[in-house]
């Protein structure tokens, strides 16, 4: 079992900066991939960007050049930078990790506005 504990997000205003982290607990010593997706209203959730142990990683084309995904495995923590925010980021921000199945935070809202 693993569990995901996000804090960070909010309210901002478009051109501004947030950045959110999610704490890993319980069998965190089996996660290897660790990330962020997004859900807006009516909408599918949608990867946002994902990082691995060795520090890969990877982003949805939207938010390239604009968001960055860290990782401090000591702390079993990952982060994402946003910067540059725009309205079409509101959404709901999850973190994600993957072991036997997909695991998820309990989520946390960002709001851009215009």
């Known amino acids: 079992q693993v569990q995901l504990v996000e804090s960070g997000g909010g309210l901002v205003q478009s051109g501004g900066s947030l950045r959110l982290s999610c704490a890993a607990s319980g069998s965190i010593f089996s996660i290897n991939a660790m990330g962020w997706y997004r859900q807006a209203p009516g909408k599918e959730r949608e990867l946002v960007a994902l990082i691995t142990r060795e520090g890969t990683t990877n982003y949805a084309d939207s938010v390239k050049g604009r968001f960055t995904i860290s990782r401090d495995n000591a702390k079993n923590t990952v982060y994402l930078q946003m910067n540059s925010l725009k309205p079409e980021d509101t959404a709901v921000y999850y973190c994600?990790?993957?072991?036997?199945?997909?695991?998820w935070g309990q989520g946390t809202q960002v709001t851009v506005s215009s």
């Open positions: 994600y990790t993957y072991y036997v199945r997909a695991y």
